[in-house]
T-cell receptor
Framework: AQSVAQPEDQVNVAEGNPLTVKCTYS??????LFWYVQYPNRGLQFLLK??????LVKGSYGFEAEFNKSQTSFHLKKPSALVSDSALYFC?????????????FGAGTRLAVHP | GAVVSQHPSRVICKSGTSVKIECRSL??????MFWYRQFPKQSLMLMAT?????????EQGVEKDKFLINHASLTLSTLTVTSAHPEDSSFYIC???????????????FGSGTQLSVL
């Protein structure tokens, strides 16, 4: 079965420091991986996705993610965190066995960026 | 960018009543929409996949008679929580797919969610 794991419930970072939000996946076949961000009482916003090609994917708001096949990871990164980056981040994998391409989400990681 | 409008953003209702939540794609046609439920501090759980002009596909454990989904047009899907009870209180989020399945331009856009509180 397709699944993603986000091992950290919360990540705390000082503003200006680099941040990493971890995600590992388990899929059969080639993975289709996504990162979304959710602000309080809001829907999800797309950050970036990996389907094929370069292992380093650049997305919105200065975020990037590195696909690592050997470690089955897709960690989200940003070189310099902003307080406004504080939100809930979800990693997701596409369920390729589903005819409707539904997404399976990780449990989410709360990012707190402190001034 | 594409926008998905979800309404209402917040609803409080009495136990036993029904509540309808609307999800509209404002500037694109969405043949497929998804309905999720999110409990506090937890991930999104897919409830059902809504396809325009056909019956919704429900995930295991989701009562189709309780959570009625209608996708009557390419821009509107509705979720009706029938005979709501306090345990149905949750944050409900819809998403709409832009572009064809597996197309390179395919994207999912999410509504802003509906907080349902059943008293």
């Amino acid at each position: 079965a397709q699944s993603v794991a986000q091992p950290e419930d919360q990540v705390n970072v000082a503003e200006g420091n680099p941040l990493t939000v971890k995600c590992t996946y388990s899929v059969s076949g080639n993975p289709y991986l996504f990162w979304y961000v959710q602000y309080p009482n809001r829907g999800l916003q797309f950050l970036l996705k990996y389907i094929t090609g370069d292992n380093l994917v650049k997305g919105s708001y200065g975020f990037e993610a590195e696909f690592n096949k050997s470690q089955t990871s897709f960690h989200l990164k940003k070189p310099s965190a902003l307080v406004s980056d504080s939100a809930l981040y979800f990693c997701a994998v596409r369920d390729i066995k589903s005819g409707y391409n539904k997404l399976i989400f990780g449990a989410g990681t709360r990012l707190a960026v402190h001034p | 960018g594409a926008v998905v409008s979800q309404h209402p953003s917040r609803v409080i209702c009495k136990s036993g009543t029904s509540v309808k939540i609307e999800c509209r794609s404002l500037d694109f046609q969405a043949t497929t929409m998804f309905w999720y439920r999110q409990f506090p501090k937890q991930s999104l759980m897919l409830m059902a996949t809504s396809n325009e002009g056909s019956k919704a596909t429900y995930e295991q454990g989701v009562e189709k008679d309780k959570f009625l989904i209608n996708h009557a047009s390419l821009t509107l899907s509705t979720l009706t929580v029938t005979s709501a009870h306090p345990e149905d209180s949750s944050f409900y989020i819809c998403s709409a797919r832009s572009g064809g399945a597996w197309a390179t331009n395919e994207k999912l856009f999410f509504g802003s969610g509906t907080q349902l509180s059943v008293l």
